[in-house]
């Protein structure tokens, strides 16, 4: 492949949050939420400059350990070779360490960007390759493929690649966040995982992942029952514990709630007219936001305005 060549113009991205597991789903079910980094990038003559606001501005790195350069890094190098330079400005919204997805953010917002600023990127590095690298940067597909196509989406593995499908969850239902204080790091949480679950536990959550795409699509009523899980949850409790209660109390209320990602924050599931009602619902420790879904996914946008 021939040395690309790149746009002199800077480029816009927006990436989502989003959840994944959604309950039963482990490591392939995931929904984009309406909260939003946005990352500009421009190709430059020499060196790297990195500016960060927002979340993380104080403690991630400005330099090629950043999680977004890596990104770039990665894409360009699939891309057919690196720029001599690079300006990255990062407005960071998505809380880290709470099961968001901020480290999904990152690395899709780094390989749509390079990308967008290689010309004739998209001939060089399509769709399919892009959830590749994602997938292998983060480590599961879930995250990064509901950031990357938006909606409601189902990922997994096929002859040693990854695939996902998007669909599009039922317009009434209305996500709820309540993020805490309080990080916590997806390898501590994995790490309480057992290395097998019992074959009634997988068979119970395998029905209930089922259940959950009808419910999140078309029958909404049903997302009580659809988000029960047996795989996971219980065996991170201990980590989080206020995080595991908030769920037991909000579902004894009638309100399906689960742990967004591997957690802390809870995520639950409203109808449009209750969505305020079920945010109060957490009490005190809790920052509660009502999001809407998110239906394009990663995106290349203006570069006037906000992205909020």
Known sequence: MAHPAFR??????????????LGPGFDALGLALGLYDDVVVRVAESGLHVDLAGEGADTLPRDERNLLIRALRTAFDALGGQPRGLEVVCANRIPHGRGLGSSSAAICAGLVAAR???????????????????????????????????GFTLAWGENGAVRAIRMDPAPTVV????????????????????????????????????????????????????????????????????????????????????ISGAGPTVLAFAEDGEAEKVARLAGDGWTANRLALDTAGACVLPLTGTGQ
């Open 8 to 21: 002199a113009a800077a480029v816009r991205v927006r990436t989502p949050a989003t959840s994944a597991n």
């Open 116 to 150: 967008a600023v290689t010309s004739g990127g998209e001939a060089r590095l399509d769709d399919a390759t892009m959830l590749e690298l994602a997938a292998e940067m983060e480590g599961h597909p879930d995250n990064v493929a509901a950031c990357l196509l938006g």
């Open 175 to 258: 996500p709820v966040v309540f993020v805490p204080a309080r990080p916590l790091a997806t390898h501590t949480a994995r790490g309480l995982l057992p290395r097998t679950v019992p074959h009634v536990d997988a068979a119970a959550n395998a029905g209930r992942a089922a259940l959950l795409v009808e419910a999140l699509t078309r029958r909404p009523e049903l997302l009580l029952p659809a988000t029960e899980d047996r795989l996971h949850q219980e065996y991170r409790a201990s980590a989080m514990p206020e995080s595991m209660d908030l769920v037991g109390r909000l579902r004894a209320d009638g309100v399906p709630a689960v």
